[in-house]
């Protein structure tokens, strides 16, 4: 059993950053981390992913460039830099992990509860 907590969201202006952190604790040995976001009346969409090593990291088109996602083992612990903020990053961001590292939403087992992100205009 895997249990995550999601914090760090908040309310930034456009072009401002925020820095998320996920909590790991459990059977977290060789488990994937990844970032997914919803927005109010859309689906849960992927954001990052990170595999165990750190070596390998995949992002959503809409993020490359603005997003940075990073790992500390010793801590259980995955991050995600967000920067240059827009208004369309608003959303509940939710840390999953799974055993693979994949941009699929079904392939991950454990969820966090999420974290509000908001960006104003």
């Known amino acids: 059993q895997v249990q995550l907590v999601e914090s760090g969201g908040g309310l930034v202006q456009a072009g401002g950053s925020l820095r998320l952190s996920c909590a790991a604790s459990g059977r977290t040995f060789l488990l994937a981390l990844g970032w997914f976001r919803q927005a109010p009346g859309k689906e849960r969409e992927f954001v990052s992913t990170i595999n165990w090593s750190g070596g390998t990291t995949y992002y959503a088109d809409s993020v490359k460039g603005r997003f940075t996602i990073s790992r500390d083992n010793a801590k259980s612990t995955v991050y995600l830099q967000m920067d240059s903020l827009k208004p369309e990053d608003t959303a509940v961001y939710y840390c999953?992990?799974?055993?693979?590292?994949?941009?699929?939403?079904?392939?991950?087992?454990?969820w966090g509860q999420g974290t509000q992100v908001t960006v104003s205009s």
């Open positions: 999953a992990a799974g055993r693979y590292t994949t941009t699929t939403t079904g392939e991950y087992a454990y």
